[in-house]
């Protein structure tokens, strides 16, 4: 039940965090609890339903392709796809972008192996791209995955989508759809544990390395 | 890791670990109108020949150049070389101008280790210069080793037979000259497959026994069972003497000809690490055949060194716990 890398480089603006210890994971305090978590992500299914249109059966609509970034928001992309064609009818195409080969801080981070990147079928020329990831908080891993998408095609529009917007922007970035909104203190962490990864679903807030 | 000098320096885990980088490379690049990444944004990578070189120059060159590195080449006719300067001078020189990565080819064994010892003892002496040296490469020395070979052909095996572990590897031909077999023959079996050495008594070097290889006389006897045959160039440039009899007798025994093909399982691969005298060890119509995975090993050669950059080139040293 590790907690990738990703997270722990999204804690700490500048700084790595330690990596999270489920025992501790436990002990923080509950935001979302394990049918929370379902309820949300089926509201944002509707709301990307219904600020999209992707149901309406214009041919003038944007086609919508969700992109995960690894490992988290790539699992959420398939369940929110999942949710979107039970409640809509229509799935969209799903991908995943890994954003290691994008980051400004390769070279003051520890190595971090590359995560799995999938270019969904049709590419995403001209379509309307919902990235989507687990927790929002600086806000320069989405800057990188704007940075790859560039590479990837020339979509319409970019969205975001994301379980958990945390706060503390260093960037001019905003998220289209939030599962939550939590404000925290910058010396606090984030979890999210999702079933195919944790065996169970929940967000957890909890006090970095707590009386260290 | 800091340098990469040779396959003995990996382990199981670290081997796997690069062969599995070099594949999440290849898909990252899977379907991609630009195949241009970021990650060396502003490092400066050096390649330092002095022997000729297409694949693994051009292969580097590539790898560095779609991860936006400075790649800058240097070859030793062009250079101050041709004018006698030593190996030391020039390594030195190009660590002074601020060189990130040095990937070295020479016809001397141990030169890419001795560059590398000279910049740890620069380093220790604080002389001056900024840092530690550049990151190391060995792109092949003389007749000792080349890895990040070794690796690519790991990686193709890998791909076309699955897990490594248990298949049968026969290398045939000229394993005395060959840095590319002794490479080969070192990481696939730290890899888990069992290397066979097919050659004549000549062209096997001193030592060969303390290898993890076992060796045979017959081609036609280790033909039906192995799963990838890797054939190597005649190294002439290197011949000093009468290795053999003649180039038609070679052939004739250690050749792989259309008729050897068909003793191979269908499935079997046949690698060749190029330049291939067609006709000599390869038969014309073998080099172009489906099992032939030569062309494969060159795109593989990419993303091999793509991750062996990424892997000497980003990071800080501290492991995540």
Redesign the interface.
């Known amino acids: 039940m590790a907690v990738p890398e990703d997270r722990a480089a999204k804690s700490g603006a500048g700084e790595f965090s330690q990596r999270h210890d489920p025992q501790r994971v436990q002990a923080g305090r509950e935001l979302l609890s394990d049918s929370d978590v379902g309820r949300t992500i089926a509201r944002m299914a509707h709301q990307i339903i219904e600020k999209t249109a992707l149901d309406s059966g214009d041919p003038t609509v944007a086609r919508v392709v969700l992109i995960g970034i690894p490992t988290r928001g790539t699992t959420l992309a398939h369940r929110l796809a999942g949710r979107i064609e039970e409640f809509s009818g229509v799935r969209p195409a799903i991908g995943s972008l890994d954003i290691t080969l994008y980051r400004d801080d390769l070279r003051s981070k520890p190595h971090r192996p590359l995560e799995r990147t999938s270019v969904p079928e049709g590419g995403i020329e001209d379509a309307l791209v919902v990235l989507v990831d687990d927790v929002l908080f600086s806000g320069r891993t989405v800057r990188s995955a704007l940075d790859g998408l560039r590479d990837l095609g020339r979509p319409r529009a970019v969205q975001l989508a994301v379980l958990i917007d945390r706060g503390h922007r260093e960037l001019p970035i905003r998220a289209d759809y939030v599962g939550k909104n939590v404000p925290t203190a910058r010396t606090e962490d984030i979890s999210v544990l999702l079933r195919e990864h944790d065996g169970r679903d929940g967000v957890y807030l909890r006090q970095e390395g707590g009386n260290e | 890791m800091k340098h990469l000098l040779s396959v003995t320096d990996l382990d199981r885990d670290a081997a796997t670990?690069l062969l599995?980088?070099a594949q999440?490379?290849e898909?990252?690049l899977?379907?991609?109108?630009?195949k241009?990444?970021?990650?060396l944004r502003g490092r400066t990578v050096m390649t330092v020949f002095f022997e000729n070189s297409t694949r693994t120059r051009v292969s580097f060159e590539v790898a560095g150049k779609w991860?936006s590195a400075d790649v800058i080449n240097v070859s030793a006719s062009s250079s101050s070389v041709s004018k006698g300067e030593s190996l030391r001078d020039t390594a030195l020189t190009l660590h002074a101008a601020g060189a990130d990565a040095l990937i070295v080819r020479h016809p001397a064994s141990g030169a890419a280790h001795q560059i590398a010892r000279w910049f740890a003892e620069m380093d220790e002496a604080a002389s001056g210069y900024a840092g530690p040296g550049p990151a190391i490469i060995n792109a092949g020395d003389g007749m000792h080793e080349h890895p990040t070979q070794a690796l690519l052909d790991a990686l193709t095996l890998r791909q076309r037979l699955g897990d490594l572990d248990g298949k049968r590897v026969v290398l045939v031909g000229d394993i005395l000259h060959s840095r590319v077999a002794r490479s080969n023959a070192f990481l696939l079996s730290t890899l888990g497959a069992e290397v066979v050495l097919v050659a004549p008594r000549t062209l096997l070097p001193v030592g060969v026994e303390a290898w993890p290889v076992r060796i045979s006389d017959s081609l036609d006897a280790e033909l039906p069972g192995a799963d990838a045959v890797m054939m190597l160039r005649v190294q002439a440039e290197r011949m000093n003497g009468g290795f053999f009899p003649s180039a038609r007798e070679y052939s004739i025994r250690y050749g792989l000809n259309e008729r050897r093909l068909k003793m191979l399982d269908e499935r079997a691969v046949v690698l060749h690490p190029g330049p291939m005298l067609r006709g000599m060890e390869i038969g014309y119509t073998v080099a172009d055949s489906p099992q032939a995975a030569v062309l494969q090993q060159v795109n593989n050669g990419v993303h091999m060194r793509m991750a062996v950059l990424?892997?000497l080139l980003?990071?800080?040293d501290?492991?995540?716990?």
Do not use: C, Y
């Open positions: 670990g599995d980088e999440r490379f898909q990252a899977l379907g991609r109108e630009v241009k990444l970021p990650t991860m990424f892997r980003v990071g800080t501290e492991v995540v716990a």
